[in-house]
């Protein structure tokens, strides 16, 4: 196999288990913040503020993962020592 396919397959497990992560972690704390909410009401809007500050943390997290990923993927910095190799 060659090192460019398992580039390619780091980057899909990178994308892949990191929306995974993502998409748990979001569920989770959104029934959590429900149950809060249903048992306090009157703390409503600060649950609700927190909520939203988590969940931009959480998509940042992945889209740092997605970029990374994707920088491995157009700009490989293995495709040198691939060429060295195959320059043998």
């Known amino acids: 196999m060659e090192v460019i ?3 390619a397959l780091a980057a899909g497990l990178i994308i892949g288990l990191g929306a995974v992560g993502a998409c748990v972690g979001i569920g989770i704390m ?3 913040y429900l149950e809060s909410a249903a048992r306090q009401p009157e703390l ?3 649950l609700q503020t ?3 500050l988590l969940a931009g943390l959480i998509d940042a997290a992945f889209i ?3 970029g990374i990923a994707l920088w491995f993927a157009t700009a490989n910095p293995f495709l040198g020592q ?3 190799i195959a320059a043998k």
Do not use: C, P, Q
Request: hydrophobic share 50%; aromatic share 12%; net charge positive.
């Open 64 to 66: 740092i993962g997605t």
């Open 44 to 46: 409503m809007g600060e």
């Open 50 to 52: 927190k909520m939203f």
């Open 5 to 7: 396919s398992f580039v």
């Open 30 to 32: 959104g029934s959590k």
């Open 82 to 84: 691939l060429a060295a």
